[in-house]
């Protein structure tokens, strides 16, 4: 109720709730809700990967912080909005343009078309498409499209 009326009067607000059923988390953008996460199902499986891999834990607490290390980021701009050859480009490559330029990133993945759709460990040969956006982990918020130009030249 009060990300609902702090989004109705603030929408340049983002909003996120944490909801203790994970099928609460489908309406949320029927109330101008920006987001929302379950953590309890993520606390679940951590519980679970902790036991299967001890310190697993560990790993997860410096990709979740926003103090020290290394975090998870997801790039703001879609492929589309890159000035780099896109037809055609394989993931491998990026990835090979990004070793070679010793860029401060590695990259995890793709989220696709904007929505919950995320792909991990994607195959060398995963073709981008244009509205997919970058999973990464680095120790900030990289600037992508500052280096477009160094990445197309290990590309092309």
Known sequence: LTAGIVEKNWPQVRTILDCVRDDTLGNLKHFGIDGGV???????GLLVQELKAPGTFDVYSELSTNTKG???????????????????MQIGQLKKAVLNLNLPVTIIGIKKNGGKNVALNL???????????LIYISGKRFDWISKVKSISSQIA
């Open 38 to 44: 379950n953590s309890t199902l993520l606390q679940m």
């Open 70 to 88: 290394q975090q998870i980021y997801i790039s703001e701009k879609p492929f589309s909005l890159w000035d780099i050859p896109k037809t055609g």
């Open 123 to 133: 195959s060398n040969d995963y073709i981008v498409q244009s509205s997919d956006r």
